[in-house]
């Protein structure tokens, strides 16, 4: 009995990065590491929903920063990579999301403190059905959280 506890908080500590909560799982997450001084940066991740029942990403915060939000980035015709707001992301069942650099993120803004030397920021996520989700997001320098491509 007290060996399944104790090994219950050990899976819970190594667990941290990613979070399962009900039909939702965060997976993959991390935050770009920034000059300090720089007042933004941008959370990156895949959502999945296990369920069966359609949910809706409606809102999110961090302590890190002042605001957090939303964001999609696109390219225009001219070349000029714009970002636009999301109010409500929609979660379809049984399905994942992925944000990543170039496509959808979420904008942290205001930051209060430099993430160099910073292991993780919190992040809470809030969907309309699965409720409140909390992560750590674990900081990293730009090019390890993306694609590699060898030629
Ligand atoms: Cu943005």
């Known amino acids: ?14 667990a941290q990065f990613s979070s399962a909560e009900g039909d939702i799982a965060i997976n993959d997450a991390w935050v770009r590491e920034v000059p300090p001084g720089s007042s933004v940066s941008a959370i ?3 959502i999945q929903s296990n369920g069966d029942e359609d949910d809706k990403l409606v809102s999110m915060s961090s302590k890190a920063a002042e605001s957090a939000e939303l964001h999609t980035s ?25 944000f990543q650099p170039g496509g959808m993120h979420i904008m942290l803004i205001g930051l209060k403190e430099s993430l160099v030397g910073k ?22 320098k730009g090019q390890e959280g993306g694609h590699k491509h060898h030629h």
């Open 119 to 140: 292991d993780s920021v919190n992040l809470k996520l809030v969907f309309e059905k699965a409720g409140e989700v909390m992560i750590e997001v674990p900081v990293k």
């Open 44 to 46: 990156y991740m895949t």
């Open 74 to 98: 696109k390219v225009d015709s001219n070349g000029v990579a714009t970002m636009e707001m999301i109010e409500v992301l929609d979660i379809p069942s049984n399905n994942s999301i992925d």
């Open 1 to 14: 009995m007290k060996t399944t506890l104790l090994l219950g908080v050990i899976f819970f500590a190594f």
